[in-house]
């Protein structure tokens, strides 16, 4: 259940100060997932410590977890007008460039620190061993996939990027699709539906699902036979891809690994081919 789920349920059986909480948290929950205790306070007129048992009659052993509930459920939800006004107030008084980079190095260490490493192997292991690898990334997200595939084309035979603005190509793309194929579906707040029936579509095809997104409140999560987490809360308007990038580094670097011999093969003949057709810029030869 998630946390406007939980405070609906409980309404009725409140006290005065706990549903001018409620309500607040209900109208505003854009803005109460960026507020601290003291803030959550007056706002609401109500004590620090009402704030704090609120939470805690919710089923939050700690603000913070309310919190971060709150922020869950407002990413897949907040317009990018939203996010644009919450930046804002968020950033008006520092540097931005400053602000956006920390914010980005927190977010690779809070994956690091949360990355399910067995998961993560485990999700290698069946790639590694797949007939057919398809990657399905849409909007945003289609970087990610783009990026991904270009790297997994260079270890495997047969990978597809599925990346169409039409849902009908989309299942076009997928419909051959078996038990011996595995399906990377990456998406990330706001969650792109189109994906999300990919993947349902995939695993009723008797494919085996790779997740990636940011956290168990994802709707990937109800598909995925894995799921790899990575932190990506919004900077203004723009979705914050620099942990996922790095999880993708890591997933290529791994599978790179695990088929070691047929990859040094692989680059070693289109290494012939880029010098043959001059591909790259070659400082050492005459112009």
Not at 241 to 246: E, I, K, N, Q, W
């Amino acid at each position: 259940m998630d946390v406007i789920s939980r405070i609906d349920a409980a309404f009725d059986r409140m006290s005065k100060g706990h549903k001018a909480i409620a309500r607040y948290v209900l109208e505003n929950y854009d803005k109460a997932a960026f507020m601290n205790v003291s803030q959550l306070s007056d706002v609401t007129g109500v004590s620090e410590a009402t704030v704090v048992r609120f939470s805690t009659e919710l089923g939050y052993e700690k603000y913070q977890m309310f919190q971060k509930a709150v922020l869950e459920y407002a990413k897949s939800r907040l317009t990018s007008v939203q996010r644009m006004d919450i930046a804002h107030e968020r950033m008006e008084n520092k540097g931005i460039l400053s602000s956006v980079l920390n914010s980005d190095i927190d977010k690779i260490r809070s994956t690091l620190a949360a990355v399910d490493e067995a998961e993560f192997q485990q999700a290698v292991e069946t790639i590694a061993k797949a007939r057919r690898i398809y990657i399905v990334g849409l909007r945003s997200a289609s970087a990610l996939a783009g990026f991904l595939g270009y790297y997994l084309n260079l270890i495997f035979d047969d990978v597809r990027v599925v990346n169409s603005a039409s849902a009908s190509e989309i299942f076009d793309q997928l419909y051959r699709i078996s038990e011996k194929d595995v399906v990377i579906g990456i998406s990330f707040p706001r969650y792109s539906n189109r994906t999300i029936n990919a993947l349902k579509y995939a695993k009723s095809k008797g494919g085996t699902v790779v997740g990636v997104t940011d956290g168990s409140m994802s709707p990937i999560t109800e598909t995925a036979d894995y799921c790899l987490f990575a932190r990506s809360d919004m900077e203004s308007f723009v979705d914050s891809l620099v942990a996922p990038f790095s999880l993708m580094n890591a997933l290529i670097v791994a599978l790179g690994a695990s088929k070691k011999e047929e990859v040094y093969q692989n680059l070693q003949n289109l290494e012939d081919i880029w010098k043959e057709y001059k591909i790259y810029e070659n400082a050492d030869e005459e112009q």
